[in-house]
């Protein structure tokens, strides 16, 4: 009898140490039936469940973790949160799914910011292309005030200073070139476009005022002149009159 029992927990502890937990959980439940007064059957039995428990969660705990490595790997950031905050409810005593969790939240985080940054960019180039160079600054500006370790956004600033600079340059020399000529008409159309498309240049609004007032005092001159000829064409009639 105790020889049979010996050898039990012989082949109980030979099949824990071969990992199989199972197979020693029925064994050290079968010494229990067979030999209820010996006391380490008990042990043997609380030893191949606890080994067995153990198994069981770090075989658990490998998979959760490989499907955050894919949830990362594949920039499934929000759900990658997630499974991290599940690993930490599931397995509390685990040092690393709080760091999984940071690093998940931190890739999110990025994710969110490389996308608006992509957004802001695309509408800076939308709005360069389009000529709206004073928005485009603006645009530029924010992408400098919402991304400053973004190398880009100075360079895109600069960009769209010169630009509109240049823009403001061209319009002034073509409203000098219609006041030059007497279009005051055309020169106060142009004034017109520069304050809406350069609303932050105060000079605009003084050329507009400059057109108009050139364009008032040229009908004005021209009502004289033809009120002067109309004179004299009344006083060449006179005397031709008294003439006769």
């Given at each position: 009898?105790?020889?049979?029992?010996?050898?039990?927990?012989?082949?109980?502890?030979?099949?824990?140490?071969?990992?199989?937990?199972?197979?020693?959980?029925?064994?050290?439940?079968?010494?229990?039936?067979?030999?209820?007064?010996?006391?380490?059957?008990?042990?043997?039995?609380?030893?191949?469940?606890?080994?067995?428990?153990?198994?069981?969660?770090?075989?658990?705990?490998?998979?959760?973790?490989?499907?955050?490595?894919?949830?990362?790997?594949?920039?499934?950031?929000?759900?990658?949160?997630?499974?991290?905050?599940?690993?930490?409810?599931?397995?509390?005593?685990e040092p690393e799914p709080k760091d999984l969790l940071r690093r998940a939240q931190d890739a999110r985080d990025e994710a969110v910011r490389k996308?608006?940054?992509?957004?802001?960019?695309?509408?800076?180039?939308?709005?360069?292309?389009?000529?709206?160079?004073?928005?485009?600054?603006?645009?530029?500006?924010?992408?400098?005030?919402?991304?400053?370790?973004?190398?880009?956004?100075?360079?895109?600033?600069?960009?769209?200073?010169?630009?509109?600079?240049?823009?403001?340059?061209?319009?002034?020399?073509?409203?000098?070139?219609?006041?030059?000529?007497?279009?005051?008409?055309?020169?106060?159309?142009?004034?017109?476009?520069?304050?809406?498309?350069?609303?932050?240049?105060?000079?605009?609004?003084?050329?507009?005022?400059?057109?108009?007032?050139?364009?008032?005092?040229?009908?004005?001159?021209?009502?004289?002149?033809?009120?002067?000829?109309?004179?004299?064409?009344?006083?060449?009639?006179?005397?031709?009159?008294?003439?006769?």
């Amino acid at each position: 009898r105790r020889e049979a029992y010996t050898r039990g927990c012989q082949d109980c502890e030979a099949l824990m140490g071969s990992g199989k937990f199972e197979q020693a959980i029925t064994a050290a439940k079968a010494l229990i039936a067979a030999f209820p007064k010996e006391p380490d059957s008990p042990e043997l039995l609380r030893r191949a469940e606890k080994a067995h428990e153990e198994v069981a969660r770090t075989e658990a705990y490998a998979r959760d973790r490989q499907a955050f490595d894919v949830l990362m790997r594949d920039g499934k950031f929000e759900h990658a949160v997630t499974a991290a905050k599940a690993l930490i409810a599931a397995f509390p005593k685990e040092p690393e799914p709080k760091d999984l969790l940071r690093r998940a939240q931190d890739a999110r985080d990025e994710a969110v910011r490389k996308e608006a940054y992509k957004r802001g960019r695309q509408a800076f180039d939308v709005l360069m292309r389009d000529g709206k160079f004073e928005e485009a600054v603006t645009a530029s500006e924010q992408l400098v005030a919402a991304f400053p370790k973004e190398p880009e956004v100075t360079e895109l600033l600069h960009r769209a200073r010169e630009a509109r600079q240049e823009a403001y340059s061209r319009g002034r020399q073509a409203f000098d070139v219609l006041m030059r000529d007497g279009k005051f008409e055309q020169a106060i159309t142009a004034a017109q476009q520069l304050v809406v498309a350069f609303p932050k240049e105060p000079e605009a609004a003084e050329l507009w005022q400059r057109a108009e007032d050139a364009r008032d005092e040229a009908a004005r001159k021209e009502a004289y002149k033809r009120d002067r000829q109309a004179f004299d064409v009344l006083r060449s009639e006179e005397h031709t009159s008294e003439l006769q």
